[in-house]
């Protein structure tokens, strides 16, 4: 079957933009992720939703982060004025389950901002 | 809340020989410890994991020991191949959102 997509898979843009990426959980996933992972660094958690429920974003490192999940399957990570710093992989993984379940990642958008 | 130390890369192995990557975690409690694997061009994907103490989790040809005495749960290959080569990561957690992701090992195995 079909596991996590994201896209796009590579997003440059300028600083002071704004972008959006899309993850496409596993059908049937409850649980879905987002985590940042800067250059030679392990991924760092960002925000949780169990459904459409974000029950966790205490990794958004600021207010220009957004995240949904409006319909319980698919969801958008936007962020806002992009800044340097902010470039980075963002991985999606989903679980069946709740959050201690094993996790099925993405791929990853890279994101590089100029 | 739990940290982990990893073994920094790169490493370079040729085909056949013996891998160890060290990981080292700090923790309140008795988490569980992982493993994940980074493929090139692919998500990262779990590789293993032991949920207690003295547990021995194995995959792929690959193992780990869950040690609470030392804190430990190096991980251990008796011959690598060339498709081995990725990024492996140590985590400790209760597993979902809140496991901590050490810095990764990049092991390049040459054939």
């Known amino acids: 079957g079909a596991g996590v997509s994201q896209s796009p898979s590579n997003k440059v843009t300028e600083k002071g933009k704004d972008v959006e990426l899309r993850c496409d959980p596993i059908s049937g996933h409850v649980s879905l992720f987002w985590y940042q992972q800067a250059l030679g660094q392990g991924p760092e958690f960002l925000t949780y939703?169990?459904?459409?429920?974000?029950?966790?974003k205490s990794g958004l490192p600021s207010d220009r982060f957004f995240a949904e999940r409006p319909e319980g399957s698919v969801s958008t990570l936007k962020i806002q004025r992009t800044q340097q710093e902010d470039s980075a992989v963002y991985l999606c993984?989903?679980?069946?389950?709740?959050?201690?379940?094993?996790?099925?990642f993405g791929p990853g958008t890279r994101l590089t901002v100029l | 809340g739990n940290s982990v130390t990893q073994m920094e890369g790169p490493v370079t192995l040729s085909e056949e020989a013996f891998l160890t990557i060290n990981c080292t975690y700090t923790?309140?409690?008795?988490?569980?410890l992982f493993w994940y694997v980074q493929y090139p061009g692919e998500g990262l994907q779990l590789l293993l994991k032991a949920t207690k103490a003295d547990d021995k989790g194995s995959n792929k040809g690959f193992e780990a020991t869950y040690r609470k005495e030392t804190t430990s749960f190096h991980l251990e290959k008796g011959s690598v191949q060339v498709s081995d080569s990725a990024v492996y990561f140590c985590a400790p957690g209760p597993g979902g959102f809140k496991t901590i992701f050490g810095a990764g090992t990049r092991l390049f195995v040459k054939a």
């Open positions: 993984a989903s679980s069946l389950g709740g959050g201690a379940d094993t996790q099925y």
């Open positions: 939703f169990q459904n459409e429920a974000q029950l966790d």
């Open positions: 923790a309140t409690g008795y988490p569980s």
